[in-house]
């Protein structure tokens, strides 16, 4: 009932960027938090940003200076706006977001997109 779709992502060489995109769409009330996963072969999944809904945002040390979140509340939508890539940063990255899904009870789930490949090559 509530999906989240990633695009923007593909191959780019070391220095270069990404945008990052997802649309959240279906039963929503309102969204809280939206962040930005990866996961690496062999890794396990890690935080990479997130937002708030009102606009207070997190970022692993990483990428710090290098990618920014945003999101347009308006269009359910958040961006990963990745510059400076490096081969390190080649993963699947997820999309993932706290919904509140019922006016009435306030129940909030939390959704993840089916991922996006960045591939980062040196």
């Known amino acids: 009932q509530v999906q989240l779709v990633e695009s923007g992502g593909g191959l780019v060489q070391a220095g270069g960027s990404l945008r990052l995109s997802c649309v959240a769409s279906g039963r929503i009330f309102s969204i809280n938090a939206m962040g930005w996963y990866r996961q690496a072969p062999g890794n396990q999944r890690e935080l990479v940003a997130s937002i708030t809904s009102g606009g207070s945002t997190n970022y692993v040390d990483s990428v710090k200076g290098r990618f920014t979140i945003s999101r347009d509340n308006a269009k359910n939508t958040v961006y990963l706006q990745m510059d400076s890539l490096k081969p390190e940063n080649t993963a699947v990255y997820y999309c993932?977001?706290?919904?509140?899904?019922?006016?009435?009870?306030?129940?909030?789930?939390?959704?993840w997109g089916q991922g996006t490949q960045v591939t980062v090559s040196s």
């Open positions: 993932n977001a706290e919904i509140v899904v019922d006016v009435f009870t306030l129940v909030r789930r939390n959704y």
